[in-house]
């Protein structure tokens, strides 16, 4: 089972707990909480990210905030996802390529500037 891209781009910080390996989703299309395991190799990339979101963005509200600290828009999914897909020509491109897409392009993880993290080219100012 996994999530929506709508579910992940409102999903608060103290959504995702990381050390028990679970992905609380309260805002779901049914309207009914349910919960999503974190598969072990993905845990430490996560926990990654979090560190590295927290020093650019201290005491956010989002798992995956916006510049401006707010959850991330639809139309700066569907802007950064066309973008990926282009990029790469993803014509055999799955679900699951999808979701990989959308994680990477919204970490900030590995791309270092002097010592702040910056974000991916991606990222809307």
Not at 54 to 60: I, K
Not at 97 to 124: A, E, H, W
């Amino acid at each position: 089972m996994g999530m929506r891209t709508n579910e992940a781009r409102l999903l608060a910080r103290d959504d995702v707990d990381l050390d028990e390996g679970v992905i609380s989703i309260r805002q779901t299309k049914g309207e009914q909480q349910r919960y999503v395991a974190i598969h072990p190799t993905l845990a430490p990339i996560l926990r990654q990210y979090d560190m590295k979101e927290e020093e650019l963005y201290p005491g956010r509200e989002y798992f995956f905030p916006s510049p401006r600290g707010e959850h991330l828009s639809n139309t700066w999914i569907t802007d950064v996802f066309r973008e990926m897909w282009n990029r790469n020509n993803a014509s055999h491109a799955t679900h699951t390529n999808y979701g990989t897409i959308m994680l990477l392009s919204t970490s900030t993880v590995g791309k270092t500037s002097g010592d702040r993290c910056s974000p991916t080219p991606f990222r809307r100012a």
